[in-house]
């Protein structure tokens, strides 16, 4: 098996990639609260963590991955405070909170298969793991890091911190922490205002309820990720992913209950994805750039020009690597999505190419050189890079002006199908859709009586063909054998 380097955000540098139980992998990435559509910020890190999938699994590892849907306990204010998010919308929806949960989560699974994001081995709701959130709140309970008050149970950072070190995750300390945070005014349920709920009492209004020992109520939000990463994939298992928004508080407050309740952390490798800025800008309520998955696909949001489809959006994010930041604008998705057109167009010449007795093209090397940037940290855009590369080769090839072997072009197709479509997930594939080919029958015709016209010296209708066409977003190009288009 090939030498996988990842960064581990726990120990801030790149890591030999060793599974503890080879060749299985565990791996656990947090997903979404499902009480309104999935947006841009989901789909970076479930394209990230679906190539990790995909690459694992082709580098031959029997990969679990689970991947959790939070229908339960994420509250409006983040922290411990405000009404559940899903409950809200369910309340001003006049829904049940499930028919929310369900409706949104149908939505992400769609919005996921659009951008041919894999289905997760385990996707767990919160809502579906109460009795394990409870007893994880017990362990922790007995081993002394919680405390009950008024019905809720929090956990205890100071007396954790004691013993273990709470902050190592997002490289933060207990005093820094405390000199930032708002000091409690003696009202307060929690004993110092780093502490966290591990289950919160019910208000009466509160619709979403479960018993327990300590009171009618819910888990927190941290509290899903331990019980459910810890059922499914053992008290010690290899990957826990997300976006770096979650590396604090959520994955550090998961490492403390993990340790507190187990005695040892559970997770070897944590792997985070960087954000995503819309023009510049961090996506925020304020700023209104919050574009979901279908108003890109559909062009529906007064900043997109117009639409851009799932594999565009796709390939944009591939083409940057996982940790630097990305910032989307109309400009680079036009951008991606020529480049990402020039590559398909690349993959179905390459499956018309008669090969020649011998090569005049250098293809050799390529499939190393792919597999060596994807070891490398899953570095996805020096891969592209190279396919680029490759690009230049088939275009000579059937322009007539390069010659390639048998030998050379099987190791080329093998390379393209095993990168774009196997490890980076792109379709490439010219549709087999009716209405996709009745619109480039359509097409085709327009061109075929322009070329018609060409012939019989009717130049108006010939330029009116071609101009038109170009309004509509067309470029047509004439070649010795006709013409080429493209959108
Ligand atoms: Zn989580």
């Excluded at 922790?140 to 205890?156: C, N």
């Excluded at 922490?177 to 009492?201: I, M, N, P, Y």
């Excluded at 117009?306 to 036009?334: C, E, G, K």
Aim: a negative charge.
């Amino acid at each position: 098996m090939q030498d996988l380097l990842i960064y581990n955000t726990l120990t801030r540098q790149k890591e030999l990639f060793k599974p503890l139980h080879a060749p299985h992998v565990g791996m656990y990435v947090c997903g979404p609260t499902v009480y309104g559509d999935a947006h841009l910020g989901h789909a970076r890190p479930a394209i990230t963590f679906d190539v990790l999938f995909r690459y694992l699994t082709h580098l031959g590892y029997k990969v679990r991955y689970v991947r959790n849907i939070t229908d339960v306990g994420h509250l409006e204010h983040d922290a411990d405070e405000g009404e559940d998010k899903i409950a809200k919308k369910a309340r001003l929806e006049q829904k049940e909170p499930m028919e929310v949960a369900q409706y949104y989560t149908n939505r992400f699974r769609n919005a996921m298969a659009a951008l041919n994001v894999l289905p997760p081995s385990i996707e767990p709701q919160a809502s579906g793991h109460i009795i394990e959130q409870i007893n994880f709140v017990k362990k922790i309970l007995e081993a002394g890091y919680a405390y009950e008050s008024q019905g809720s149970i929090y956990f205890d950072v100071r007396k954790f911190n004691k013993d273990f070190h709470y902050g190592k995750l997002s490289g933060r300390n207990i005093d820094e922490l405390l000199a930032t945070t708002r000091e409690l005014d003696g009202q307060d349920e929690k004993h110092c205002s780093l502490d966290f709920a591990l289950w919160k009492k019910a208000q009466p209004e509160h619709i979403m309820r479960w018993p327990s020992p300590w009171s009618d109520g819910f888990p927190g939000w941290h509290m899903e990720c331990s019980a459910m990463g810890t059922k499914y994939l053992g008290e010690s298992f290899d990957i826990h992913g997300g976006g770096m928004d979650l590396i604090f508080p959520h994955h550090e407050c998961e490492i403390a209950q993990s340790t507190a309740a187990l005695g040892h952390e559970t997770v070897k490798y944590w792997i985070h994805n960087n954000m995503i800025t819309i023009n510049g800008q961090k996506m925020g309520k304020s700023y209104n750039n919050f574009i979901t998955l279908d108003e890109f696909f559909n062009g529906t949001h007064e900043k997109l020009e117009r639409a851009y489809s799932p594999m565009t959006i796709r390939f944009f994010i591939l083409q940057a690597h996982y940790r630097s930041t990305v910032d989307f604008s109309n400009d680079a998705l036009q951008a991606a999505e020529k480049g990402f057109a020039r590559l398909v167009d690349a993959y179905n010449r390459l499956q018309k190419i008669t090969p020649s007795a011998s090569s005049t093209v250098d293809v050799k090397g390529l499939r190393e050189r792919c597999e060596e940037a994807m070891c490398d940290d899953l570095n996805t855009p020096i891969v592209i890079s190279n396919l680029f590369d490759a690009t230049k080769a088939i275009n000579s090839v059937t322009d007539g002006k390069a010659t390639i072997s048998k030998e050379d072009l099987d190791e080329l197709k093998q390379t393209f199908e095993v990168f774009v479509k196997d490890i980076l997930g792109l379709r490439v594939e010219e549709s087999n859709n009716t209405q996709d080919k009745a619109y480039k029958g359509a097409v085709d015709l327009l061109l075929e009586i322009r070329k018609q016209a060409k012939t019989n010296k009717d130049w108006a209708t010939s330029d009116k063909i071609r101009d038109e066409l170009a309004n509509l977003g067309f470029s047509v190009k004439d070649t010795k054998d006709g013409f080429e288009w493209s959108l």
